[in-house]
């Protein structure tokens, strides 16, 4: 992922990341995540399952909102659409039509 305080470059298989920041000419940071778990999500799962019988108990409140939630999920919709297009994706219309349902004002699809 590239933006404009640099570039993240991950790898998911091996559990790695590189971090550039832009202008920088050396060579990235990288960090090495050593651990992996069966469910290649690195414990995310757990530890989300973990969160939301916290809040089911009552004894925390939930870390993200619906809304931050829904805003990850589509994220990483648009990714994997760019991905298995492979082309750039235009993610307004998908915004568009977000900001009108959490409104309740009618857009067209």
């Known amino acids: 992922m590239a933006g404009t305080e640099g570039t993240l470059i991950a790898d998911l298989?091996?559990?790695?990341?590189?971090?550039?920041?832009?202008?920088?000419?050396?060579k990235p940071e990288r960090l090495d995540f050593e651990t992996r778990t069966a469910d290649a999500h690195n414990g995310a799962d757990q530890a989300m399952a973990?969160?939301?019988?916290?809040?089911?108990?009552?004894?925390?409140?939930?870390?993200?909102?619906?809304?931050e939630s829904m805003e990850a999920g589509l994220t990483v919709m648009a990714i994997d659409?760019?991905?298995?297009?492979?082309?750039?994706?235009d993610c307004a219309p998908m915004w568009a039509?977000?900001?009108?349902?959490?409104?309740?004002?009618?857009?067209?699809?």
Do not use: S
């Open 50 to 67: 973990l969160d939301l019988l916290a809040t089911m108990e009552g004894r925390a409140p939930f870390p993200v909102t619906p809304y």
């Open 81 to 89: 659409r760019a991905m298995d297009e492979r082309t750039l994706v």
């Open 97 to 109: 039509r977000y900001d009108a349902a959490r409104t309740g004002e009618q857009k067209p699809a």
């Open 13 to 26: 298989v091996r559990n790695k990341l590189m971090v550039r920041h832009t202008l920088h000419r050396g």
